[in-house]
C-alpha cells in the first residue's frame, strides 16, 4: 500500500484568512457526507459505518492490461499490473515500458539501462533531466555558457549549469539565476519579478503578491504565493482582500479550498491533517479512473 504523507498543521493565532496548498488534501476521516463525494478517488463514504474512509487501489488490483497500462504509475507485466517503483531497468523490454521506470532510459541499441551520456540516445528518447538537449537534430548534452559573457539583454540567455541560467539584471549585467527562484531572489531582477505571475517589483524589492494588489472584481479570486500554494481573495467594500474562512458556505468550503478545509460544526475550518496527493500517487487516478476501466472490461 502507498504510504500517506501526513502534515500535521499548527494554528498560529486567530486569523482566518484562508491559504491552502493544492497538492495536499483533507484526510478522509475527517470529512463528512457531502464533502466525502467531493473527494471522490480519494475516499468513499461507507454507509453502514457512516464515515468517510480511504479509497485504496492498488496496481495489483487492476486485472486488465488495457486498464493498468493507461497509468504511469502501473505497467502490465507478465500477466499482471505492477507497479512501476517495484520495477528495475532489466524490466523495461521496450520503450514505453522504460519510460516508466525511474532513472532508466531506453538506449540507440534497445535496451532500458541508467543514464550513460547523452549521444547514446535518440531524440525521441532523449533524456533531458539529465543534462542532454536537442541540437542539429540528434541529442547532444547541453553546452553550458558563461553569463558574464554577454554583454547585451538581447544576448543574454542560455543555461550556465543544470540548475540555473543566465538572467539580464537591473545594473545591465547578464547573470546567473537559479531555475527555482523565489521572489526575495529577484531583487535584482526586476523585469523578471514583474513578469513571474506570483511577485511584484516595489521600492526595489521583490516580493509576493497580494490581494490587495488586485484592483477589479473580476480577477479578485485568489493569488498563488508558489508551485502548488494559494491565498483566497474576496471583493469586499470595493476593494479586494484575504478571504475569511468564516465567508465560505459549505458548498465552497471543500471545493474552494482545494480540499484543505472542511465543513464541520455548520463553519468551514482548517484539516487537522493533510495527505500528499504526489505521494498518493495512484490515490486519485486509480482511484476515480481505473475503477471506471474495470467496470467496463
Do not use: H
Not at 499548527?10 to 475527517?30: H, K, M, N, P
Not at 545591465?172 to 537559479?178: H, V, W
Not at 463553519?267 to 505521494?279: A, I, P, R, Y
Request: glycine share 6%; with cysteine; aromatic share 10%.
Amino acid at each position: 500500500m502507498i504510504n500517506k504523507l501526513i502534515v500535521s498543521l499548527c494554528l498560529i493565532g486567530l486569523t482566518t484568512a484562508v491559504t491552502y496548498d493544492s497538492s495536499l488534501y483533507c484526510d478522509c476521516s475527517e470529512l463528512d457526507q457531502t464533502d466525502c463525494a467531493s473527494a471522490l478517488g480519494y475516499c468513499l463514504w461507507n454507509s453502514s459505518d457512516s464515515e468517510c474512509q480511504d479509497f485504496d487501489l492498488d496496481c495489483g488490483d487492476i486485472t486488465a492490461s488495457g486498464s493498468c497500462d493507461v497509468f504511469d504509475s502501473c505497467q502490465w507485466i507478465n500477466g499482471s499490473c505492477e507497479d512501476v517503483e517495484d520495477l528495475e531497468c532489466s524490466d523495461g523490454s521496450t520503450s514505453n515500458i522504460c519510460r516508466k521506470i525511474d532513472e532508466c532510459y531506453w538506449n540507440k541499441e534497445s535496451k532500458c539501462s541508467s543514464f550513460s551520456k547523452c549521444d547514446d540516445y535518440n531524440v525521441e528518447d532523449c533524456p533531458y533531466g539529465q543534462g542532454c538537449t536537442i541540437t542539429s537534430g540528434s541529442c547532444a548534452a547541453v553546452q553550458y555558457v558563461t553569463c558574464s559573457s554577454f554583454t547585451t539583454a538581447l544576448t543574454c540567455d542560455g543555461q550556465d549549469s543544470k540548475t540555473s541560467r543566465c538572467a539580464w539584471g537591473n545594473d545591465n549585467t547578464c547573470k546567473s539565476l537559479n531555475t527555482d527562484y523565489s521572489c526575495s531572489d529577484l531583487n535584482n531582477f526586476q523585469n523578471i519579478c514583474n513578469n513571474s505571475g506570483t511577485c511584484i517589483y516595489e521600492s526595489n524589492t521583490c516580493r509576493e503578491r497580494k490581494c490587495s494588489d488586485i484592483t477589479n472584481s473580476f480577477a479578485c479570486d485568489r493569488i498563488r504565493s508558489a508551485d502548488y500554494k494559494f491565498t483566497l481573495c474576496s471583493w469586499t467594500n470595493g476593494a479586494c482582500a484575504v478571504a475569511d474562512a468564516s465567508t465560505l458556505t459549505q458548498n465552497e468550503c471543500y471545493q474552494k479550498t482545494s480540499g484543505n478545509y472542511k465543513w464541520a460544526d455548520n463553519k468551514c475550518v482548517q484539516c487537522d491533517e493533510l495527505n500528499d496527493k504526489f505521494s498518493e500517487s495512484n490515490s486519485y487516478i486509480l482511484g476515480a479512473v481505473a475503477l471506471l476501466f474495470i467496470l467496463l472490461e
